[in-house]
C-alpha cells in the first residue's frame, strides 16, 4: 500500500519508530518533540480508519492526515507521495480530522461515585480509599471505574492503541475554577503499574488539582498527591510536574512528602527556597512518609496542619532546616 510504503520512507527522521500492529505505528511526535524529560516516551501514532491513515499525538492533541505528516517531515517526499496516489486512482482529497473529546459522563455504569460502594464495603477500592485512607468525609470527590484504558479511549479516541489486560481503577478530577474537569488521575487498587495514570483533557492547563475550591487570598498549601491535600484546608496538588506557581507565592506553603533520602525531592525544596518560597521541612522525629499515612497513623488534620505550620520556613532558616533534613 502507498501509504505505507511512504510511512516507512520518512521512518528513518522518526525517532523511535516502530510497527505495533497490522495498521498501527508508534514514534515520538515530530510536531512537539515529545517529552524532553524522558527520551524514551512516544506519543505520536499513524493509524488507519476506513482505509485512510491519519497522524495522532497524545502530548501535544496534534492531529492530521498521513499526507500532512508526510510534507511537515520532507516536502519532497511529500510530493513524490501525491503523484503516486494520483497515478493509483485514489487522489481524493481526506480531510483533516477533528480530535474532540467527548463529555465526561458522571455516574453511570462505565463512571460511577465511590459512594456508591458504600453499600459493598468488602470492595477493594472501599477499603482503600475509604477505610484504610480514612477518606469518609471526602469519597464524594472520588470515582470508580471498571474498564480504566477503555473508559479513557470512549473519551480520548485511540489514547492507548494496544489494551493487553484492563483493571478498574478510582478516578480523581481535577476540576477548574468554573467546576469543569480538565484533567484526571487513575488510581489503582491493585498490583496494577504504574500506581497513577494522569491524563489531560486541556493540554494548555497545568496538573493542579483543587483549583476548583482555592481561595487565592487565603493561605495556600500545595502538596505533591490530590488525596494529601484533602487533609488540609484551602490546599491543592501539583501531580506530576513542576510545582512552583508564581501566582501564589504570597500565601503559598509548599508541603512535600517526608522523603528525607528522595535526592530529586530534595532538589525541588532546594529550588524553591532559593526563590523565597515558603516550604515545610518535616522534623527528624516524624517517621510517616506522608500527609495521608499520618492520618492513618492517628492524628487528626488539624494535628497534620499544625506540624506544618510550626515546621515552615523560608530564606535562611530553610537552607539550615533542609540541610538537618536531608540524608542524601
Known amino acids: 500500500m502507498i501509504?505505507?510504503?511512504y510511512l516507512y520512507n520518512i521512518s528513518p527522521r522518526l525517532d523511535r519508530f516502530k510497527k505495533k500492529s497490522r495498521n498501527l505505528f508508534n514514534f515520538r511526535c515530530p510536531y512537539c518533540g515529545d517529552?524532553?524529560?524522558?527520551?524514551?516516551?512516544?506519543?505520536g501514532f499513524v493509524y488507519a480508519v476506513k482505509n485512510?491513515?491519519?497522524y495522532k499525538c497524545h502530548n501535544c492533541s496534534k492531529g492530521t492526515t498521513l499526507g500532512k505528516l508526510i510534507e511537515h517531515i520532507d516536502p519532497q517526499i511529500y510530493k513524490q507521495y501525491v503523484i503516486e496516489k494520483y497515478k493509483s486512482g485514489n487522489n481524493n482529497t481526506v480531510q483533516e480530522p477533528e480530535f474532540k473529546f467527548e463529555p465526561v459522563k458522571f455516574d453511570d455504569k462505565a463512571l460511577q461515585e465511590l459512594t456508591r460502594l458504600d453499600k459493598i464495603p468488602n470492595h477493594p477500592a472501599y477499603q482503600m480509599f475509604v477505610e484504610k485512607r480514612h477518606l469518609k468525609e471526602h469519597h464524594k470527590k472520588l470515582y470508580v471505574?471498571?474498564?480504566?484504558?477503555?473508559w479513557v479511549n470512549s473519551i480520548i479516541p485511540n489514547k492507548f492503541p494496544v489494551i493487553k489486560e484492563d483493571h478498574p481503577r478510582v478516578i480523581i478530577p481535577f476540576l477548574d475554577v468554573d467546576n469543569k474537569m480538565f484533567a484526571f488521575q487513575g488510581r489503582a487498587f491493585g498490583d496494577e503499574q504504574p500506581k497513577y495514570i494522569t491524563i489531560k483533557l486541556d493540554e494548555k492547563k497545568r496538573r493542579i488539582y483543587g483549583l476548583d475550591k482555592l481561595d487565592v487570598n487565603k493561605k495556600?498549601?500545595?502538596?505533591?498527591g490530590p488525596i494529601d491535600s484533602l487533609f488540609l484546608p484551602n490546599a491543592i496538588?501539583?501531580?506530576?510536574?513542576?510545582?512552583?506557581?508564581p501566582k501564589l507565592k504570597k500565601h503559598a506553603v509548599y508541603v512535600f512528602d517526608n522523603e528525607p533520602r528522595n535526592e530529586e525531592i530534595i532538589k525541588k525544596m532546594q529550588r524553591l527556597i532559593e526563590k523565597n518560597y515558603n516550604i515545610c521541612i518535616w522534623p527528624?522525629?516524624?517517621?510517616?512518609?506522608?500527609?495521608?499515612d499520618m492520618v492513618i497513623?492517628?492524628?487528626t488534620p488539624a494535628e497534620v496542619q499544625g506540624i506544618i505550620d510550626s515546621n515552615t520556613f523560608s530564606r535562611l532558616s530553610a537552607y539550615q532546616q533542609l540541610n538537618n533534613f536531608k540524608e542524601v
Open 284 to 292: 527528624k522525629s516524624l517517621k510517616h512518609k506522608d500527609i495521608n
Open 237 to 245: 496538588a501539583v501531580a506530576g510536574s513542576d510545582l512552583e506557581i
Open 52 to 54: 485512510e491513515y491519519f
Open 220 to 224: 495556600t498549601y500545595i502538596t505533591e
Open 3 to 5: 501509504d505505507v510504503q
Open 297 to 299: 497513623a492517628g492524628m
Open 35 to 43: 517529552s524532553q524529560k524522558n527520551k524514551s516516551k512516544a506519543r
Open 145 to 150: 471505574t471498571w474498564h480504566f484504558y477503555t
